[in-house]
């Protein structure tokens, strides 16, 4: 029988440039400020599970496990490393579940990073563009300049030819997100505003990022700077922690699936993987979709913003879109999405976008975040954190503690 386990304490940095932190300091930045936020010593923790994407490719550095025993207190103890490129830090909140569940300690940390830029914040993003491309199949890879929107772009298109959808009903969901962001003192974008027809317009910044396919620059996500950290417990770590249960949000459901890497040859519009994690994290969780008042979804680009409403199962396929243009996702929605800003307009540090998605989904049901994008009342959260091309699938469902 699974052992009910909880979020004791959460920890994120602004999201965006870390400027000349290295990467041993953002991992040590990491746990102590979680540990700070539980009244806790790194030494209370009995195992460990980080996720990052990069940390070869742009920052030369492996064994992030080592990194993370190096904090005093965490030395001898289980803890891993774990890549599912863009899925990694929803990766590693599981890895750490299944450690408490298997019996390996009652406290764990969940951590994810990313350093996408350089000490002077600046990026390099022909170089980002390739790295991020080896988290595709070699055979999709051919002819593709940016190997990740390029394959978005071809969802777009297949998406919005599909369903009937126009370009300006995605470019929606950018503005909605970015009029999130502005409230949350965590996010990358949070001093940029946008208007529809800003999204839409074709200028400047803003541009069709392959030729003759629909995908434009305010459709993306942020190259961001930013780690998240988090402090899971069973009820015997809460005792141990000094943590009422009634102050923590209980990880009700959780569930990962992952689908073939190829995107040609399976229905990405309804991913397999993506639609079973989401039921089984839900069939755990012993709740529907209607019960679902809050989320954050994996918007790596808007057209995923609409089909993770359709995972989330709070619209019929081919509807995503929609619903957010009808307010359906806004604060005050039927069920408000990507309060945060989403990764379009909070930011996108790969390893930590799970971690992220999940400490905001408990703040949410905690009533810690800004007031302007505080949902009322809630009492379940869901999360859905892909990696890949609809590939690898990560999902949880949250409740208050009682």
């Not at 400020?33 to 920052?59: M, W």
């Not at 999709?140 to 369903?163: C, N, Q, S, W």
């Not at 400490?359 to 009533?367: D, H, I, R, T, V």
Request: hydrophobic share 40%; glycine share 12%.
């Amino acid at each position: 029988m699974r052992k009910p386990v909880y979020i004791a304490a959460y920890h994120q940095s602004k999201f965006g440039k870390l400027m000349d932190m290295t990467v041993p300091d953002i991992v040590k930045n990491a746990v102590e400020s979680v540990c700070k936020e539980a009244n806790a010593p790194p030494s209370a923790i009995d195992v460990g599970s980080i996720g990052a994407t990069c940390n070869f490719s742009l920052n030369r550095q492996g064994l992030l496990a080592g990194l993370v025993a190096s904090v005093p207190g965490l030395a001898a103890k289980p803890i891993e490393a774990v890549e599912n490129a863009c899925a990694s830090g929803g990766q590693a909140i599981l890895s750490v579940i299944n450690k408490l569940q298997a019996g390996d300690g009652d406290v764990g940390i969940a951590i994810g990073y990313e350093k996408m830029r350089d000490a002077e914040g600046k990026m390099d993003g022909k170089l980002i563009g390739e790295v991020l491309g080896y988290f595709s199949h070699p055979d999709e890879r051919e002819g593709k300049v940016f190997v990740f929107p390029h394959i978005f772009a071809e969802v777009m298109d297949l998406y919005m030819k599909t369903h009937g959808v126009r370009e300006e009903d995605l470019a929606q969901i950018a503005v909605v997100e970015y009029g999130n962001a502005k409230y949350n003192p965590y996010a990358q974008m949070q001093k940029v505003q946008i208007t529809l027809e800003q999204a839409m317009k074709i200028e400047g910044f803003n541009r069709y990022v392959v030729e003759g396919l629909p995908l434009k620059t305010y459709d993306c996500s942020q190259i961001t700077d930013g780690h998240a950290s988090m402090i899971i417990a069973t009820e015997q770590g809460l005792a141990k922690l000094g943590i009422r249960k009634a102050d923590t949000v209980q990880i009700a459901g959780y569930a990962q699936a992952t689908d073939p890497l190829r995107k040609e040859g399976r229905d990405v519009l309804r991913p397999c993987g993506a639609n079973a994690a989401m039921g089984k994290a839900y069939a755990m969780a012993g709740v529907k979709p209607a019960d679902v008042d809050v989320a954050e979804v994996h918007d790596c680009f808007t057209v995923m913003g609409a089909i993770a409403v359709e995972v989330l199962g709070k619209t019929p396929y081919g509807k995503g879109a929609a619903y957010w243009v009808d307010g359906k996702a806004a604060v005050g929605g039927e069920c408000a999405i990507n309060t945060s800003g989403g990764l379009i307009a909070k930011g996108h540090p790969i390893g930590a976008t799970g971690v992220a998605m999940v400490g905001w989904s408990a703040w949410q049901l905690q009533g810690k975040v800004p007031a302007e994008l505080q949902v009322k009342k809630a009492k379940v959260a869901a999360t859905f954190n892909i990696g890949g091309p609809i590939c690898s699938s990560v999902c949880t469902v949250l409740k208050p503690a009682v």
